[in-house]
C-alpha cells in the first residue's frame, strides 16, 4: 500500500439500491477502479451508510483514507455540501461520486439537490453515475502517468461514441468557446446532438471551421422547454448517446426543471453506461483527458 499523502479528497455516498447487492455500482466502482483509488490515493470522506457497506463486503480492505461521516438522517450529505464549498484546502472536496438511484426519494431531498448545485458553482465534478465515476478515477490516474485500462477501451473509441452538447441561454457563449477549444476532440465523434439554439449555434461554430461540411456538425432536436431534453433522454436510455455536457445556469429559475431532471435520471437509469457533467471548470478538463486517453488508445 502507498504511503504517499492524499492527492484528492472524495465525497462518496450511494443510495441504499446501489449499496446492498453483490453487483451493486458501489460495489463495481470500488472493485473495478481499485487499482486506480490505490494509485491515485484519495481521501474518500463517506457518508454512514456507505461505508458500512464498505466495511460490511471488505471492498477496500486496508485502505488508510477512509474518513467517516454521518449518517444522511444525521446530516452527513449536509456535511458533503458545506465541505464541497469549503475553501480550506485541507478540508474542501476535489469531486463528489453520489451513486444516484432515480427512483429512490432522498436523490430529491433539498441536501442532494443542493450538492449537486454547489458542485456546478464551484466547478467540482458531480459524478452521479458508475460510469461517470469509472471514467474520472481513469482520467485522473492517466493525468498522473498510469498506462490506459484497457477493460475501457471500447468507451473511448470516439469513432463509435456520442455526446450530446447543451447549455442555458447564460452559458451558450461558453460553450461554444469550449466547443472552438476541443473541436479537433469532439469532431472525432460518431455523432453530436444538442438542444434547439444550442445546436443551431454549433452548426454555425462548424460551419466557419469546416466549410460545408460544418452545417450539419450536430443533429439539432427542440429547445429543452419544447421536449429536446426528453429527445435525448431517450438515446441515453436506448444506450445511443454515453456522454452529456450539459452548461447549467445554476443562478436562474428553470421554468423547465422537470425536463432538465428527465434527462439526469436518464444518465442515472443507466448507470453503467452514461455519464452527465455540468460545469464549464469540469467539463473543460473532462475533454483535455478525454482526448488524451482517446489518443493513448490509437
Known amino acids: 500500500m502507498s504511503s504517499l499523502a492524499p492527492r484528492y479528497r472524495i465525497g462518496l455516498i450511494a443510495n441504499r439500491a446501489h449499496q446492498d447487492a453483490p ?9 473495478g477502479s481499485r487499482h486506480r483509488i490505490e494509485a491515485l490515493q484519495p481521501e474518500l ?3 454512514g451508510r456507505t461505508l458500512d457497506a464498505i466495511e460490511q463486503m471488505q471492498l477496500l480492505p486496508g485502505y488508510r483514507h477512509l474518513v467517516r461521516f454521518p449518517y444522511g438522517r ?5 456535511k458533503l455540501v458545506s465541505r464541497t464549498v469549503d475553501p480550506d484546502p485541507e478540508r474542501t472536496l476535489d469531486a463528489v461520486i453520489y451513486l444516484i438511484d432515480p427512483v429512490d426519494p432522498s436523490s ?13 458553482i464551484h466547478g467540482k465534478p458531480f459524478l452521479s453515475t458508475l460510469a461517470g465515476a469509472q471514467e474520472w478515477f481513469e482520467l485522473e490516474s492517466l493525468d498522473t502517468g498510469a498506462a490506459p485500462d ?25 460553450m461554444l468557446a469550449l466547443a472552438e477549444k476541443h473541436f479537433d476532440l469532439l469532431d472525432r465523434f460518431a455523432f453530436r446532438c444538442a438542444t ?8 454555425e461554430l462548424a460551419a466557419k471551421i469546416k466549410g460545408e461540411a460544418g452545417r450539419n456538425w450536430v443533429r439539432p432536436f ?4 419544447l421536449g429536446g431534453d ?13 456522454r452529456v455536457l450539459f452548461l447549467e445556469d445554476p443562478h436562474v429559475a428553470r421554468q423547465h426543471e422537470a425536463d432538465i431532471q428527465l434527462l439526469e435520471r436518464a444518465a442515472r437509469t443507466v448507470t453503467d453506461y452514461a455519464s452527465c457533467m455540468s460545469d464549464v471548470k469540469w467539463g473543460d478538463r473532462w475533454l483535455s483527458l478525454i482526448a488524451a486517453r482517446a489518443g493513448s488508445g490509437r
Open 222 to 225: 427542440l429547445s429543452g422547454p
Open 108 to 120: 430529491a431531498f433539498p441536501e442532494a439537490v443542493a450538492l449537486k448545485r454547489q458542485c456546478v
Open 150 to 174: 484497457s477493460a475501457l477501451d471500447h468507451r473511448f473509441d470516439l469513432k463509435q461514441e456520442s455526446i450530446a452538447l447543451i447549455a442555458h441561454d447564460s452559458m451558450k457563449q461558453r
Open 23 to 31: 453487483d451493486s455500482a458501489l460495489v463495481q466502482l470500488l472493485t
Open 74 to 78: 444525521q446530516g452527513g450529505l449536509m
Open 196 to 203: 434547439g439554439t444550442t445546436g443551431g449555434l454549433l452548426n
Open 230 to 242: 426528453a429527445q435525448i433522454a431517450e438515446l441515453i436510455l436506448e444506450r445511443q448517446c454515453r
Open 45 to 47: 470522506i463517506v457518508v
